[in-house]
């Protein structure tokens, strides 16, 4: 089985069996179509809504066992174990595993160390092993484990160090570890010297709560008079985006996810009735006004219907990372740092002058939302028409 | 997952504050008494017969807890090759069975053959509004 990119254009997820018979990620989706059917697989579109709510499950389920629970992205978290000391760190981790399992239906693999680099580690070193969890809770287990774990897999490793490492001989993070500390902190940054600590059970990283996940940051308001026409509600949507961003921007984070929803007014007999709302992925994590603003319009063309009284509108952001956190797409030619000074004037701007003095001219908008999406699985936790039907 | 608790939208009173809006408490939720572990639980819908006799009929929707292990006489949701089965649970020595009404829906599982329990049943949503006032906004009662 294959997940496609969005518009289906590649792979973007693989089963072991798609690897196995040689599938790549990145492949253009023509190009493994054969190869797909002649094995019986299966490719589908991206299904985000649904996504997001099996993560939002898989994260407040985490949440059980923890105090702190740092969300990393849409399918990995840190928790904090250190409120469980008085139990067996195996059996204990053994417990979240099977529970998580079973109440979620998601396979997930635990590792566990004394600092999030190992931790990374224990559950990478866990994967290929096929385990469940991997607890290095003794020094042994620790230098077992790095004895023989590349060092390209090292979190934080990437191709520039990967080649720098190579050329001084280190292959494996324990070649790595055994490197003096002056040595690594002279040929690399400070990220790299709190690797090499954290291998060796320092903590440099702290795993930290991130905000309230289930409440999201929302932006929504009833209209003055009912609405019926796209092109003022999409500009009330893009006010709320704009809002939405700049909340987001405030506390230093992103979305990755937005919902948007749009409401007539049920106490009104004489009207249809009319409840659209839609979850989008947002192409990168962001919390530019720009990006948001964007995707908050298309969307919001995508569920409303002509002849409809709406009263209110509203854009909930969900999925939020803290902003050093953010995983880049594999194709992303996003302007990082063009998009953040746009937006930073922007509220600096707004911020003197007044909320909504710059604004996006949000009818720009290319008007072709409709994303190619032909192999959609369906959305079996967040819409009614899509449960599943049992025999 | 199943949605925050909506709140009732406060309007702003001008002039004389009603004394009872300081004594507000949020109006009563279904989700309250009908889910009880938000973030395990899923909705389906029957699709067919073979319970009618636990009042379990076709085309209602069930509220499935997958947090919950099933003991006997539970009504279970079970998972094989893709499908998804609502039978009642009867473990017996050696054999685990999965009753219907009758016989021929019954499911006798050997050996540790592809069946999963999936979740546990809580409740089912049983409408039971006449046609023909199941139009307009009343047509989604239940409706899927």
Known sequence: ?391 | MIRQKRHREKRDVLGFRLPMLTHEEPELDITDITVIDPDNTYFMRMGSDALRSHHILKDQVLVIDRALEPVPGSIVVFVHEGHFYTREYDPKPGKLILQADEAIDTIIIESSENWTCWGVVTLTLNPVLQPQLRIGRYARVCAC
Not at chain 1, 11 to 33: H, L, P, Q, T, Y
Not at chain 1, 152 to 158: A, S
Not at chain 1, 263 to 272: E, Q, S
Not at chain 1, 349 to 366: I, K, M, P, Q, W
């Open chain 1, 1 to 391: 089985m294959v997940v496609l990119s969005n518009n289906d254009g590649c792979v973007i997820a693989r089963s072991n069996e798609a690897k196995a018979i040689g599938i790549r990620m990145a492949d253009a989706e023509f190009m493994v179509r054969r190869l797909l059917k002649e094995h019986d697989a299966v490719m589908f579109s991206s299904n985000y809504p649904l996504y997001a709510d099996m993560s939002a499950r898989l994260m407040n389920n985490l949440a059980r066992y923890t105090y702190t629970l740092m969300v990393y992205s849409i399918d990995e978290a840190f928790l904090a174990l250190d409120n469980i000391q008085h139990l067996n760190l195996n059996d204990h981790t053994a417990m979240i595993s099977r529970n998580v399992m079973q109440h979620t239906g998601l396979p997930i693999t635990i590792g566990v160390g004394p600092t999030m680099a190992l931790a990374k580690l224990a559950n990478k070193a866990a994967k290929k092993r096929k385990r469940p969890f991997l607890v290095l809770d003794t020094d042994q287990k620790i230098s077992d484990t790095v004895s023989d774990f590349p060092i390209e897999d090292v979190w934080g490793i990437g191709l520039q160090y990967y080649h720098k490492l190579t050329e001084f001989g280190i292959k494996t993070a324990r070649d790595f570890r055994d490197l003096q500390a002056d040595f690594v902190r002279q040929h690399m940054t400070v990220q790299g010297w709190r690797l090499h600590q954290e291998l060796w059970g320092k903590p440099c990283n702290v795993i930290k709560d991130v905000a309230d996940r289930s409440k999201g940051i929302e932006s929504s308001q009833s209209f003055n008079t009912y609405q019926t026409d796209i092109e003022a509600i999409e500009e009330a949507v893009a006010m709320h985006a704009a809002t939405v961003a700049l909340k987001l921007r405030q506390q230093n984070s992103m979305a990755m996810t937005l919902t948007i929803y749009l409401r007539t007014n049920k106490h009104n007999p004489k009207h249809d009735q009319h409840y659209p709302s839609i979850t989008v992925k947002v192409p990168f994590a962001a919390n530019s006004t720009h990006q948001l603003t964007r995707v908050a319009a298309q969307a919001i063309r995508a569920i409303w219907q002509p002849g409809f009284h709406y009263l209110k509108t509203g854009v909930r952001a969900t999925g939020i990372v803290p902003e050093g956190e953010v995983q880049y797409n594999l194709f992303s030619n996003y302007e990082h740092s063009r998009e953040q000074a746009l937006a930073e004037l922007m509220d600096e701007l707004n911020g003197r002058y007044g909320r909504g003095t710059v604004r996006l001219a949000a009818d720009s908008f290319e008007r072709k939302w409709a994303m190619k999406q032909d192999f959609l699985s369906k959305q079996f936790t967040t819409n009614w028409k899509d449960i599943v039907v049992t025999k």
